[in-house]
């Protein structure tokens, strides 16, 4: 199991690094022998993982989540914040214990050794049916070699790494997602799976409901390691008794606060399965467990200001900031506070007497307000843009919005496309630091990102950054100054200029940006893939007097590196046809080379091979590679390197 894992692991990030990042990690040979290992282990074992390079998910748009019925309640535990609690509660008995994830619980079924069923837990008595978006959860085993019908639940759940990541990418967030829960939440009720797996959930079992035939010698342990050998992730769990049950929470309390997912406390329940079950339920919690909740760490401190937060979907959020407090090993100077009506419910005023505390010993908030001197009032101006500011009430609560369409923190997305690495290629910029320097208002267009050194002194001193920081993201903006004209259209993020339009632009007009923003609309459409919409959209983007000033701006800090004009024609033989490139080439520096060259003569490199593939490009065209294997099944056609250059009619 381990192996298959390492396996996935390996194959998937030389996969990444190959089609998405244009290197190589291993050679072919490499990749084919680890992807026939993989292949003979599952089928050894008979477990597929759902992130195996082995298997394509097929992606699937719902247009609502059907709801079903438990075929048992699923109740919530008993809860205490007492560890003398936990050792009564055992009475002499071994116990199992775990973490409580914070996600979203789910019930898988499996029969004849497929997943078969997902469902959430919704209320506890009938919950949604998630089966598309269950089979594209990161590490879920879509076969196992279990073949009876297999019930289990478990935790889905988004990391705090992917988190910070994926939050800052969805669109319509707004306030609901506050935390890895929500986010997880919403990703796993999602209609369209290819979000799903886009967001990198989790999935953790916790109980074994139904495996007949299997002997677990009345162990809940046991159940546990049975599940771990089917390929299934299982929580994090002990075996503990009265004597080491409070050494082994002091470990869990240790670990929680260098822990990458989110846990809101742990789980404690009887390794003798039938022991509780005989001790049966009260109206509201079943026996034979009891849940753990952290006990919060608290400390006093002053308000010293609430500063307002704009992001790109408009609203501001109010952020506490006060005297440095020490909380769970750390230093905490500041909370999220979530709306205006908290402010108000709390009557926070500048030097009150706070009390703060880390919910689930991560996430900082106040707890109370001692003094409270009074919430005086919301800014009625943005702090971003300077716009007014109005209040709207969501679910009984208000919420402060910028209502200025071209409001700076809008553009964050603006400016995350711009410096990706298919357009600036600006390393180390993500969309959080933007985000900052955006909110502290050093960047208010395309130019600003060039001449952030005029802010030197402050962005050394913030907190996050430092002089290395600094350094090396000044070094890559330095880096990006000299780039091609496609990278710069394509930057600008244009509605329909792709990358691979933009190239086209630029090639069609020589790469002389003047000549190309000035074209007209014939012009323009007559450059292959540019239609009526597209080539309207580019010329309404230059007739706005705003774009075309930020642009102009822009050209002043770049330096376009020179090409020779008219080297390379758009070819009949290669226009509109899509290519895969595998392999070593020889007649090119790299494939890259050789990507670049198809796309300039009209044509398009994908990295894996479908029934829209024209040509799959390989020296080796009687491998046995996956690629070649695809290919075949197709019947799309493999050529060598030579015979691409004699269809493209290129002489090498």
Known sequence: MERIKELTDLLNKASKAYYQDGNEIMSNFEYDKLYDELVALEKETGIVLANSPTINVGYEVLSELPKEKHDSPMLSLDKTKEVSALADFLNGHEGVISWKLDGLTVVLTYKDGKLFKAVTRGNGEVGEVITNNAKVFKNIPLSIPYKSELVIRGEA????????????????????????RNLCSGSVRQLNNQITAERNVNFFAFALIKADGVEFENSVLKQM????????????????????????????????????FPSDGLVLVFDDIEYGLSLGR?????RNGIAFKWKDETAKTTLKEIFWSASRTGLINPVAI??????????????????????????????????????????PQIASNITKSGFKSVPEKCPVCGENTVIKEDNGFKFLYCVNKGCPAKEIKKYTHFVGRNAMNIDGMSEETLEKFVDSGYIKEFADIYKLNRYEDEIVNTKGFGRKSFDNFINAIDNSRETECYRIIFGLGIAGIGQTNAKMLCNAFDNDLNKLINANKEELMNVEGVG??????????????????????????????????????????????????????????????LKDLIEKMGGKVTGSVTKNTDYLINND???SSSKNKKAKELSVSIITEEEFLKLADIER
């Open 157 to 180: 759940v988004i990391k705090y790494s992917d988190f910070e990541n994926i939050n800052e990418e969805i669109e319509d967030v707004s306030a609901k997602y506050k935390n890895p």
């Open 225 to 260: 390691k049975w599940l771990s050998e089917q390929g299934f992730e299982v929580v994090e769990h002990y075996l503990v008794n009265s004597e080491n049950i409070e050494k082994k929470v002091e470990y869990f309390s240790e670990a929680i606060k260098i822990n990458d």
């Open 282 to 286: 009260t109206a509201k919690f079943p």
């Open 322 to 363: 006060f005297e440095p407090v020490e909380l769970e090993g750390t230093t905490v100077t500041r909370a999220s506070i979530h709306n205006v009506s908290i402010c108000e419910g709390l009557e926070l005023g500048i030097g009150d007497e706070i009390e703060v505390f880390k919910a689930n010993m991560i996430i």
């Open 532 to 593: 009526e919409v597209i080539a309207d959209a580019f010329i309404n983007y230059f007739k706005d007097e705003k774009n075309l000033l930020e642009y102009n701006n822009l050209l002043n800090e770049l330096k376009i590196k020179k090409e020779e004009v008219g080297e390379t024609k758009v070819n009949e033989n290669v226009i509109g046809k899509t290519f895969v490139i595998t392999g070593s080439v020889n007649h090119f520096a790299n494939r890259n080379e």
């Open 621 to 623: 065209s009687m491998s």
